[in-house]
Each structure stands twice: as structure tokens, then as C-alpha cells.
């Protein structure tokens, strides 16, 4: 749909390849391993994760109001590199008062598939992405998916993922709730 409407393609000419995830993903990995990159990077035994570039068009922020708003006490870990954005989420945590939301920078790759596995339900209220490869990585490491409802991201997830309206911090929480007690 963005190469008609930027482009002015007509469909007939175009020719959808999906992209795929690292086969990493595709295997369990093993209790130890887990215990292992959970001390290493300090997580919290239960937690809500989001994997992605701290920035504005993740839409963390969300996240953090749907917290507060719906009073949801479970820890949210949030793996990505930092830009500017962070600190808007680093004063909205302080302003709310939230103990529990955890950023954690420079995560080595091969350790992901561990930190989803360990995860109870994966984040990703993103505003614009191309195609959303972590929510493949999740659904391959069999976790919950929680996403937005317009762009690509039915797309990725297909019947597989919930979605929520990523401007709605009240139905971010109420589908939180939902997934984690079903």
C-alpha cells in the first residue's frame, strides 16, 4: 500500500515478498541458558517486554500510560538503543512514580530469543513500520503479541497477535490485562 500511494504503482505491478526472522528464534532455549542472560542482564522474573529503537515512532510512551492507567504492577522491560526519546519516557516513569520499567541497552543478539522466551507478553505499539520483524521474533519464540492495529502490522501477525489502537493508552491496558490472565 505505501508503494501505490508514495509511488503511485499500480497493485497489478507489485509483488509481495514477506520477510522472515533469524532462525535463531525458532528454537527453545533451555532453562539454564535462561537463568543465565537473566542474571546477566539483571531482569525481573516476570515482565512485559518491548524490543526496538527507543524512539518516538515505537510508541513506548503508550505503554507507560496504559501502565499507570490501568494500574498494571507486572515490570515492563524495554531492549533498545537509546536516542533522545528515552528521556521523555525516563521523566514520564519518574512522574508516574513507576518502579518497575526497566531499560536495557546493548543486548547481544543471540540473547533475545532467551529475554522473549522469558517474557510473558510482547509490546509492540508501534506507530510506522515497514514490515515489524520483532513481532515475528516473538511469535516464534511463543509469546503473546500485543500490536497496533493499522499499518503492516496485521500483516505480521496475522490471527496470531492482539491489536489495540496505539493512541489508546485505557484499550493498551484493558488487552494487557486480557492476554496476561488468558
Given at each position: 500500500q505505501d508503494i501505490e500511494h508514495f509511488y503511485k504503482i499500480p497493485e497489478r505491478k507489485i509483488q509481495v515478498v514477506?520477510?522472515?526472522?533469524?532462525?535463531?528464534?525458532?528454537?527453545?532455549?533451555?532453562?539454564?541458558?535462561?537463568?543465565?542472560?537473566?542474571?546477566?542482564?539483571?531482569?525481573?522474573?516476570?515482565?512485559?517486554?518491548?524490543?526496538?529503537?527507543?524512539?518516538?515512532?515505537?510508541?513506548?510512551?503508550?505503554?507507560i500510560h496504559a501502565l499507570k492507567e490501568g494500574n498494571i504492577d507486572i515490570p515492563y522491560v524495554i531492549i533498545g538503543r537509546k536516542t533522545n526519546y528515552l528521556q521523555e519516557l525516563q521523566a514520564h516513569v519518574k512522574k508516574y512514580d513507576l518502579r518497575n520499567v526497566y531499560f536495557i541497552h546493548d543486548v547481544e543478539f543471540q540473547h533475545l530469543p532467551a529475554i522473549y522466551q522469558m517474557s510473558e507478553l510482547f509490546l509492540y505499539p508501534s506507530l510506522f513500520e515497514g514490515f515489524g520483524i520483532p513481532i515475528l521474533e516473538a511469535l516464534y519464540s511463543a509469546v503473546p503479541v500485543v500490536t497496533s492495529t493499522d499499518g503492516c502490522f496485521t500483516e505480521t501477525g496475522g490471527d496470531a497477535a492482539a491489536y489495540v489502537d496505539p493512541g489508546n493508552p485505557a484499550e493498551i491496558a484493558e488487552v494487557i490485562k486480557n492476554v496476561l490472565q488468558d
Amino acid at each position: 500500500q505505501d508503494i501505490e500511494h508514495f509511488y503511485k504503482i499500480p497493485e497489478r505491478k507489485i509483488q509481495v515478498v514477506y520477510q522472515g526472522c533469524s532462525e535463531i528464534f525458532y528454537h527453545q532455549v533451555s532453562q539454564e541458558e535462561r537463568h543465565k542472560i537473566a542474571r546477566l542482564y539483571q531482569l525481573p522474573g516476570k515482565f512485559l517486554l518491548s524490543v526496538g529503537t527507543i524512539e518516538k515512532r515505537k510508541n513506548f510512551l503508550s505503554v507507560i500510560h496504559a501502565l499507570k492507567e490501568g494500574n498494571i504492577d507486572i515490570p515492563y522491560v524495554i531492549i533498545g538503543r537509546k536516542t533522545n526519546y528515552l528521556q521523555e519516557l525516563q521523566a514520564h516513569v519518574k512522574k508516574y512514580d513507576l518502579r518497575n520499567v526497566y531499560f536495557i541497552h546493548d543486548v547481544e543478539f543471540q540473547h533475545l530469543p532467551a529475554i522473549y522466551q522469558m517474557s510473558e507478553l510482547f509490546l509492540y505499539p508501534s506507530l510506522f513500520e515497514g514490515f515489524g520483524i520483532p513481532i515475528l521474533e516473538a511469535l516464534y519464540s511463543a509469546v503473546p503479541v500485543v500490536t497496533s492495529t493499522d499499518g503492516c502490522f496485521t500483516e505480521t501477525g496475522g490471527d496470531a497477535a492482539a491489536y489495540v489502537d496505539p493512541g489508546n493508552p485505557a484499550e493498551i491496558a484493558e488487552v494487557i490485562k486480557n492476554v496476561l490472565q488468558d
